[in-house]
């Protein structure tokens, strides 16, 4: 069946750092991969998403390139805030399946 | 203007009773979504609903029921609340249940058995 592993957390970094967080896939078919961002107290709202092989979502700063070949979706930041604080779902919906499957999350913290 | 909402925020109660957590959209979806997100923010999938009709329903207990009064409403009746139900359930909706379709996710109700 479909799955998401994703880096486990939690991660901390300075302000201003690079940031990567890793995110691999296990599909059938051709599956829209996703990132979503919880900031604390709140619901998830979606970060980017890629419908097909190397489509590259974006937004805020934050990449995310779908790799077909390494079964990839990873999330980069050049320079991370204080304000980008909170917990990253990468997660998958498959080609068939009307299911969104979320990987563990990844606790973000950035220090001032 | 909230797009998705729920009510109540909190829910604290004594185990063996029974609760609603109540979800309204006016984004005008077709598609609803309840999940439970524990305490180590691990997210699962309950149900979901396209235009009234139930087309997911994942392994739960059948102390938990959904209801559809209609395509912007989606509830979730818990009886016989246990305490591993404690956690936090979101309820989401999306324009349809196409692949690559955003979902948008409510603030989320802390429920607390006791």
């Known amino acids: 069946g479909n799955s998401v592993t994703q880096m486990e957390g939690p991660v901390t970094l300075s302000e201003e750092a690079f940031l990567t967080i890793n995110c691999t896939y296990t599909?059938?078919?051709?599956?829209?991969l996703f990132w979503y961002v919880q900031y604390p107290g709140e619901g998830l709202q979606l970060l980017l998403k890629?419908?097909?092989?190397?489509d590259k979502g974006s937004n805020k700063g934050f990449e995310a390139t779908y790799r077909k070949e390494t079964t990839s979706f990873h999330l980069e930041k050049g320079s991370v805030q204080v304000s980008d604080s909170a917990v990253y779902f990468c997660?998958?919906?498959?080609?068939?399946?009307?299911?969104?499957?979320f990987g563990s999350g990844t606790r973000l913290s950035i220090r001032p | 203007d909230t797009a998705v909402s729920q009510t109540p925020k909190y829910l604290v109660t004594q185990m063996g009773n029974d609760k609603s957590i109540k979800c309204e959209q006016n984004?005008?979806?077709?598609?609803m979504y309840w999940y439970k997100q524990d305490s180590k923010k691990f997210l699962k999938i309950m149900f979901s609903?396209?235009?009234?009709?139930?087309?997911i329903n994942e392994t739960v207990p059948n102390r938990f029921s959904p209801k559809s009064p209609d395509k912007a409403h989606l509830n979730l009746h818990i009886n016989s609340l246990e305490l591993g139900d404690s956690a936090v359930y979101f309820c989401?909706?999306?324009?349809?249940?196409?692949?690559?379709?955003?979902?948008?996710f409510g603030p989320g109700t802390r429920l607390t058995v006791l």
């Open positions: 989401a909706s999306s324009l349809i249940a196409d692949r690559a379709d955003t979902q948008y």
């Open positions: 599909a059938t078919g051709y599956p829209s």
């Open positions: 890629a419908t097909k092989a190397d």
């Open positions: 997660a998958l919906k498959g080609s068939s399946a009307s299911k969104i499957i």
């Open positions: 984004l005008g979806h077709d598609t």
């Open positions: 609903y396209n235009n009234k009709e139930l087309i």
